[in-house]
């Protein structure tokens, strides 16, 4: 099994930056991709970012290409998500998910792993 815990998130007003990491724990030589989800109330779960582990490839959200990044670091042990220029819709739960297959997707049933999320509020 494999746990995963997000932090960073928090307040902050429209145009700032907010980077959230996400550690995983267990069973972490099973992970070969990682991505971002978000949920705004409401709303449906939805994509943000992935990434593989061994080739680092990545992919974003339309909505967020050009002002998040996600990285890893190394040894599987952190994955990371840089927001910039935030923005009032960007608000929502975000969420980490980890897949013990290494491909890069935007679906949410796609991963094995969830971890409990954390909130991000931009005001405007």
């Known amino acids: 099994q494999v746990q995963l815990v997000e932090s960073g998130g928090g307040l902050v007003q429209a145009g700032g930056s907010l980077r959230l990491s996400c550690a995983p724990s267990?069973?972490?030589?099973?992970?070969?991709?990682m991505g971002w989800f978000r949920q705004a109330p409401g709303k449906e779960r939805e994509f943000v970012a992935a990434?593989?582990?061994?080739?680092?490839?990545?992919d974003y959200a339309d909505s967020v290409k050009g002002r998040f990044t996600i990285s890893r670091g190394n040894a599987r042990n952190t994955v990371y998500l840089q927001m910039n220029n935030l923005k009032p819709e960007d608000t929502a739960v975000y969420y980490c998910?980890?897949?013990?297959?290494?491909?890069?997707?935007?679906?949410?049933?796609?991963?094995?792993?969830w971890g409990k999320g954390t909130l991000v509020t931009v005001s405007s």
């Open positions: 998910a980890a897949d013990r297959v290494e491909i890069i997707s935007p679906h949410r049933f796609d991963y094995d792993y």
């Open positions: 267990g069973r972490t030589e099973t992970i070969f991709a």
């Open positions: 990434i593989t582990w061994t080739g680092g490839s990545t």
